[in-house]
């Protein structure tokens, strides 16, 4: 009967992946700088974002308008980004890795949006500047 159990434990934990573990900040950065990711959300593409040397990064919703900032660490390991359109209101994330790419969780108001990396590219994200003649 013992070994009956055991060999039950160990077929239900054979299938279970591996728990996702929250990206720190030297490992985000590793894994971001120099880089363009384009995120998606519900199957359809969301915005991209080019990540800087110096925690620098530039935000665009794919509208060629794009936003510059920061971001910064904290002391449980969210990721935070600070925009030039908005100093006093950061946008803190979690980052995990699944299959080799990033997945986003919104940690700001408890909906649980998530984004995942649609596209990796080392080319400059694409900025049109601001409307003329609007």
Same mark, same amino acid.
């Given at each position: 009967m013992r070994f009956l159990h /055991?060999?039950?434990? /160990?077929c239900l934990t054979a299938g279970a992946a591996p728990a996702e573990e929250r /990206?720190?900040?030297a490992e985000f950065d590793a894994f971001t700088q120099g880089q363009t990711f384009t995120y998606g959300? #519900? *199957?359809?593409p969301y *915005?991209? $974002?080019?990540?800087l040397e110096? #925690? #620098?990064?530039r935000w665009s919703f794919l509208d060629g308008e794009c936003k510059a900032g920061y971001w910064y660490e904290t002391s449980d390991s969210l990721i935070c980004f600070v925009? $030039?359109?908005?100093? @006093?209101? %950061?946008?803190?994330?979690?980052?995990?890795k699944r @299959? *080799?790419? /990033?997945v986003a969780t919104f940690e700001n108001n408890g909906r649980s949006t998530e984004l995942y990396q649609i596209d990796k590219s080392d080319e400059p994200l694409l900025c049109?500047? %601001?409307k003329i003649g609007v």
């Open positions: /055991l060999v039950i434990c /160990l /990206l720190s900040g959300n #519900r *199957g359809g *915005g991209a $974002e080019a990540y110096d #925690r #620098r990064v925009y $030039e359109d908005r100093p @006093d209101d %950061p946008q803190c994330w979690s980052f995990y @299959d *080799g790419r /990033l049109h500047g %601001p």
